[in-house]
């Protein structure tokens, strides 16, 4: 079994503010994915959320101050992040986050963090003037210096009425960003540029053409790429699913030629260009502005007319990225995917047929590159993701 999959053991910490209520949900995510949580409070935490709650959630004892007496040896400190494979502290108020940046430990969570071998993040929660502060800007500097991950708030409304940057990333996106804490970084400093999902080309203000891509692979390649330590840039059509959190940028585009347009405003800062968008060959040439009606018995003739190839034009860039293809097909997938490749000049292809992959949670792929053709079994399209990744990350080296 691929390793990243793996269940981990997560040591979360929660600190005293109102974003506490959104780590029991994040607990549950945890436990859903296969993974053991510890949960340590600071004393301020536990007057927003009971630690008989959490006990509840993640089945195990909920520590609070260092004389818990939950240690056997009395070294609570040194065993918790010894037994965890990555510490998260969320909420992490503007408090805790001083006293970590400056080596202070004078409750169980700041010790545990000052004693650690496994990796840490904090997820920030707090109001945006305290966010804002010189100070906290500077705690959070020394934090990223120090090698602490960072999964900086989003922008929104506050509890205290304010709106502003200090919401606490949501719980799923945390639960999606804590396996970046221990993935090994093999696309580490790579600018990658995927596009994912089903271009719409319009007949008229109501009907187009598309197709039944749900952008599951593209997304799961985004978060692959991104947990391998890349900068993912992510263009996108019409989608089924959910987008990554942690990505440098994102934009939709929904026909082929919006697509096309995206991606070559982006492809030139690029070092890796992952085309995985089901994209329409052809476009509606006599497209209406108006809604088309019935005429008795005589159907509208459509015209078309073909889109261009983002493919194969980046490929063509005089400094091309490295660019990897995919080819889902119906039948005779291997010898078509080969020839697109040849035909296409890119170092690397992912066939998979239509039948298994498209719009469903899985994927049986096999990877044609100059030096090897590899098939796996049929996984989940996230292990897919990963197999692309390492494959892509040998080839670059």
Known sequence: MNP????KHILLGITGGIAAYKSCELVRLLKKQGHSVSVVMTNSATEFVSPLTFQALTGNPVLSDTYSGASNNGMAHINLTREADAFLIAPATANTIAKIANGSADNLLTTLAAARKCPLAVAPAMNVEMWNNPANLRNIEQLVSDGITVFYPNSGEQACGETGTGRMVEAVDLADLLEDLWTPKLLSSKKVLITAGATFETIDP???ITNISSGQMGMALARACRAAGAKVTLIYGQIQTALPAGLAHSEQAI???????????????QDVFISVAAVADYKVKNSSNEKLKKNGNQPPVIELTENPDILASVATLPSPPFCVGFAAESHQVLEFAR?????KNVPMLVANQVSVSMGKPTNQITIIDDLAETSFPETSKRQAADEIVKRLAELLA
């Open 206 to 208: 109501v009907r187009g």
């Open 255 to 269: 026909s082929a030629e919006a697509m096309y347009q995206a991606v070559h405003r982006h492809i030139h800062e």
């Open 339 to 343: 020839t697109k490749r040849l035909r």
């Open 4 to 7: 990243l999959f793996m269940s």
